[in-house]
């Protein structure tokens, strides 16, 4: 299908979008579909749960969300949970100002871009579209038009609730154009667009002194004064301020707390009464929601100010802090990336979760529980088993640091370190060192670093570079034994075996000759010692080994090497160990002989077609890791 095919079939869609009838034909739609006249807040709610949700371990994941934002699964269900969700239910939540704060590059924007750019496409949908009274310049609900005198025998009949009254304009047509006839009113199919002005608007404070409250309100029309005869006349008045404009849908308040106190005052009737002053009429029912956001420095000096209390009352704070997991600022940087114009420079394996753990590291907190450092803290957060901790001790880490992930090293900075390191002459590709060395080299340049400050991110650039040697030498390794998977499902077995046999007390068959033989304690605490289980912990490990296999038995499961992830780590150990001293002559000989020079070109083409290594940087790993091994 060619371009142009494309964009006849998208234009055929557009067109297909648009509707006209009267209001008596609208209400026989809203009685068979009463979701079409729901309110703001409860469009957007749909709109992400519509998206889908997938549970996770302890908290919900939004897909609306998922494919931009990583690692704020916390944050997002709060969002969604405590805000969004009672807002939908015309809970009192609905009648406060929406505001995200955290630090700088966090993802508030972000948020804010995926609700707006969600509802120019949920509006497009069955399930998402909404209708408007045609020719009103703020696209108002048509239910508007029925008089509050009947309203609640509506509700009682349709069960939809009508908030909101006709905007002046509407009112002023009803009499003139329609003679008071409600069932002839003409009513559309809205379809929302920020370019468009339609139920998605942005506002942006200027210049305190020349900024005017009608960029947010709208403005008299005074060209039409001496054909009108008045300033109260609607049809001398532009309804185009950002909350006529943004009615039914949703505005973005930027950098509100850096306003100037007028147009924060104005807002106050309309989060709490659902209306606006503008003009010389009466109060203007609008329906949208307002969603600004700023960071805690910004947050801090403007509830310290006693004359903001009122407006600070009629909000709804929502932290929005830096992921603490290592995987999901990867996923950060990766996504920048691909963004980017790049493509043609690889990056190592490992390069930008090097980063990532150098970035994670900056923002965490030191922890008061015994014997919890940072490294294990990462972890613990990434979600990777820790011998001696469990799930409660993150539960207790995150209540012990509530403001954790909210100071650090932003993104940005890292992204414009790694952009600098792409871009070098004649780079053709970068790896991990690439990546530490140019955030290191990026200090100096930055003026808001102090010299404290400087050798406290030195230090966790090292802490980043020796988690990098560890994932680099065990990369080498794997690549080394060829039957790595048979290897290591073969030792499994016998480990196995013999925890079975312990835990029954009986002795274990020799797999060739069927004859019963000595439990190999030797082979079991050479395994179990790679992880760190002792002596007096054998037993109990082992127990929770065979009741993980009686556990896959009875749902039907096979146990294999990937099924309990703490014992693969010991038995990759247990083989890595074992190869070492291979491993080390090999890729330190500076004259291989044939046999070290085959299995050298083996390992790295392993590197390059199973662990997405260039040839370039799978030789730059073998070397380092030989003088690693070497030290």
């Known amino acids: 299908m060619d371009l142009l095919q494309k964009l006849a079939e998208y234009q055929s869609r557009e067109k297909a979008l648009a509707w006209e009838g009267n209001f008596k034909e609208y209400l026989q739609m809203v009685k068979k579909d009463p979701g079409i006249a729901q309110l703001a807040h409860s469009r957007i709610y749909n709109m992400i749960m519509d998206a889908g949700v997938e549970e996770g371990e302890g908290t919900k994941q939004y897909l609306f969300f998922s494919e931009e934002l990583f690692g704020l699964e916390e944050a997002l269900h709060r969002l969604v949970e405590e805000y969004f969700h009672p807002a939908a239910r015309r809970l009192d939540v609905r009648k406060r100002l929406l505001l995200l704060m955290g630090p700088v590059s966090g993802g508030k924007s972000t948020i804010v871009t995926l609700l707006k750019r969600g509802l120019e496409r949920y509006s497009r949908t069955s399930r998402g579209a909404v209708y408007g009274i045609k020719g009103c310049p703020m696209h108002e609900e048509p239910l508007h038009l029925i008089p509050p005198e009947l309203r609640p025998e509506f509700e009682r009949e349709y069960g939809v609730f009508i908030e909101g009254d006709l905007c002046p304009s509407c009112r002023l047509r009803l009499e003139t154009e329609y003679g008071g006839r409600i069932e002839d009113v003409k009513v559309e199919r809205v379809v929302f667009s920020e370019s468009h002005r339609v139920g998605v608007g942005t506002f942006a404070p200027s210049d305190p002194k020349s900024q005017d409250i009608a960029d947010l309100t709208g403005s008299i029309d005074f060209s039409t004064i001496t054909q009108y005869g008045s300033e109260s006349d609607p049809r001398a008045y532009r309804f185009d301020g950002e909350l006529n404009k943004a009615n039914r849908g949703l505005m973005e308040f930027q950098e509100m707390l850096k306003c100037d106190e007028k147009f924060l005052w104005n807002l106050l009737s309309l989060t709490q009464e659902g209306n606006f002053k503008a003009g010389r009429f009466a109060l203007i029912s609008a329906d949208e929601l307002i969603v600004a956001h700023t960071n805690e420095n910004e947050y801090r000096s403007f509830i310290a100010n006693k004359k903001n209390e009122a407006l600070h009352s009629r909000m709804i704070v929502m932290p929005v802090p830096y992921?603490?997991?290592?995987?999901?600022?990867?996923?950060?940087?990766?996504?920048?990336?691909?963004?980017?114009?790049?493509?043609?420079?690889?990056?190592?394996?490992?390069?930008?979760?090097?980063?990532?753990?150098?970035?994670?590291?900056?923002?965490?907190?030191?922890?008061?529980?015994?014997?919890?450092?940072?490294?294990?803290?990462?972890?613990?957060?990434?979600?990777?088993d820790v011998e001696g901790y469990k799930d409660n001790d993150v539960r207790e880490l995150r209540a012990e640091a509530p403001d954790e992930g909210m100071s650090g090293v932003d993104p940005r900075y890292v992204i414009n370190r790694i952009s600098s390191a792409l871009l070098a002459g004649g780079t053709c590709c970068i790896n991990a060192l690439d990546v530490l060395r140019a955030l290191?080299?990026?200090?100096?340049?930055?003026?808001?670093?102090?010299?404290?400050?400087?050798?406290?991110?030195?230090?966790?650039?090292?802490?980043?570079?020796?988690?990098?040697?560890?994932?680099?030498?065990?990369?080498?390794?794997?690549?080394?034994?060829?039957?790595?998977?048979?290897?290591?499902?073969?030792?499994?077995?016998?480990?196995?075996?013999?925890?079975?046999?312990?835990?029954?007390?009986?002795?274990?068959?020799?797999?060739?000759?069927?004859?019963?033989?000595?439990?190999?304690?030797?082979?079991?605490?050479?395994?179990?010692?790679?992880?760190?289980?002792?002596?007096?912990?054998k037993k109990a490990f082992r127990e929770e080994i065979l009741i993980r296999i009686s556990s896959y038995a009875r749902k039907g499961k096979t146990f294999d090497y990937h099924s309990h992830e703490r014992l693969r780590e010991a038995i990759e150990k247990k083989l890595f160990a074992d190869l070492k001293d291979v491993v080390k002559i090999t890729i330190s000989s500076r004259t291989p002989d044939e046999v070290q020079l085959k299995r050298i070109n083996e390992v790295t083409r392993q590197l390059i077609e199973e662990h997405g290594y260039c040839s370039a940087c799978a030789n730059e790993l073998l070397q380092y890791v030989g003088s690693l091994l070497n030290r």
């Open 323 to 384: 992921t603490l997991k290592v995987s999901a600022e990867e996923k950060i940087y990766a996504k920048l990336v691909r963004q980017s114009n790049l493509r043609e420079v690889h990056i190592a394996p490992h390069a930008l979760r090097t980063a990532a753990i150098f970035t994670v590291l900056t923002r965490l907190k030191e922890s008061k529980k015994q014997g919890m450092d940072l490294l294990t803290k990462l972890r613990l957060y990434d979600g990777e």
């Open 440 to 537: 290191k080299d990026g200090f100096d340049q930055h003026p808001s670093i102090t010299r404290e400050e400087r050798e406290r991110l030195l230090n966790f650039i090292a802490m980043a570079r020796r988690e990098y040697d560890e994932m680099a030498k065990k990369e080498v390794q794997i690549a080394f034994v060829y039957s790595y998977e048979a290897s290591a499902r073969t030792m499994m077995e016998n480990y196995l075996d013999n925890v079975e046999a312990y835990c029954s007390k009986h002795r274990v068959k020799d797999p060739l000759t069927g004859e019963e033989v000595d439990l190999d304690e030797k082979l079991m605490r050479s395994i179990e010692e790679q992880i760190g289980v002792t002596e007096n912990a």
